[in-house]
């Protein structure tokens, strides 16, 4: 048989073997290399994405806050303009009131009685009178009692001055009320 010596042809063999797997890795090492560049560009972008974001967002909260800061202010002049519509309705409703309150003095002041002075704060009246008797004060009391825009007369004292036995010199406090007005539910009757 003849001597065939094959080492060279495994050699070349081997060394076209290691070649290739040295190339085929060298272009696995590329190709792992361009997609990791891929992913951290990727990853990346979507970070400065996200802080764009955030600082967009960061802006709008603040805008947001200034305007939350001008509702509020909004909101308590609102509250002072319904208190000032308030009080000035409930005086529009009380101007005709005082109208009522003189027509009531005129009509419940009884003969013998003659007032001197009238004082209102708020809601009450302080009349100085002076009357021939006492059973006068009293029928002047029972007419403020009956009447529909004064209540509740308390005397605050009665006094006989002794040059006049006839005169006698009271004060009155009166609270002004409105007569209760029906609602549309009731019966007129």
């Known amino acids: 048989m003849a001597h065939i010596n094959l080492l060279p042809w495994r050699d070349e063999l081997r060394a076209q073997q290691t070649k290739d797997f040295t190339q085929s890795a060298f272009i696995a090492a590329l190709f792992a290399g361009a997609v990791f560049l891929m992913v951290y560009t990727q990853i990346n972008g979507a970070v400065e994405n996200q802080k764009r974001r955030n600082a967009m967002l960061t802006t709008e909260i603040k805008k947001l806050d200034t305007e939350l800061a001008q509702i ?5 002049t609102k509250s002072k303009l ?10 529009q409703q009380k101007r005709p009131q005082i109208v009522h309150i003189f027509d009531q003095i005129v009509r419940t002041v009884p003969d013998g009685v003659t007032l001197k002075s009238l004082e209102q704060k708020s809601d009450e009246l302080t009349i100085i009178g002076l009357a021939e008797s006492n059973g006068r004060v009293s029928a002047y009391m029972r007419n403020i009692e009956s009447s529909e825009w004064m209540s509740n007369p308390r005397l605050e004292y009665i006094e006989t001055k002794k040059q006049s036995f006839r005169n006698a010199e009271f004060k009155l406090k009166v609270k002004q009320s409105a007569p209760e007005t029906k609602k549309d539910g009731e019966d007129q009757s």
Request: charged share 35%; net charge negative; hydrophobic share 40%.
């Open 72 to 76: 509020k202010d909004l909101e308590t």
């Open 82 to 91: 319904l208190s000032r519509m308030d009080i000035i309705q409930s005086l």
